[in-house]
């Protein structure tokens, strides 16, 4: 399957290297351009280059987690780049003080069900 040249690219930041090879192989199944990273750090790091038009982030990482990228996103002027938190980790508190971050489009719970991940994606980017 070839990628169509205005296909978005998608950022996936998240320390399970498995779901990083999941979210991959579907979402590119689904039309995107993907890139992956294990942590927050290596995760900027990308952003400058690869210009992703959307974010899919765990919140819990080593290094830098969730929370330092969604507010390095913002101090850096990247917080136009729209985010989808993912977490195995359930805490309303959390949850509610994430997705109230302006660049928080959504929140996901692991396990994730990558068709609707896909078509909240679409959704998010036409």
């Not at 169509?4 to 996936?12: G, S, T």
């Not at 192989?25 to 993907?34: E, H, R």
């Not at 996901?108 to 909240?120: E, M, N, W």
């Amino acid at each position: 399957m070839t990628t169509p040249p205005d296909a978005k690219r998608l950022l996936i930041i998240d320390d399970d290297e498995s779901l990083r090879e999941i979210f991959d192989i579907a979402m590119t199944q689904a039309g995107f351009i993907v890139a992956g990273a294990e942590d927050g750090v290596k995760g900027m790091a990308k952003v400058p280059a690869f210009k992703p038009h959307l974010i899919v982030l765990d919140l819990m990482m080593p290094q830098l987690d969730g929370f330092g990228v969604i507010h390095r996103l913002q101090a850096e002027g990247l917080g136009g780049i729209p985010v989808i938190v993912i977490t195995g980790y359930s805490d309303q508190a959390n949850e509610n003080l994430v997705s109230s971050e302006p660049n928080v489009v959504d929140f996901f719970h692991k396990p994730i069900k990558y068709d609707d991940l896909a078509k909240r994606i679409k959704g998010l980017l036409s």
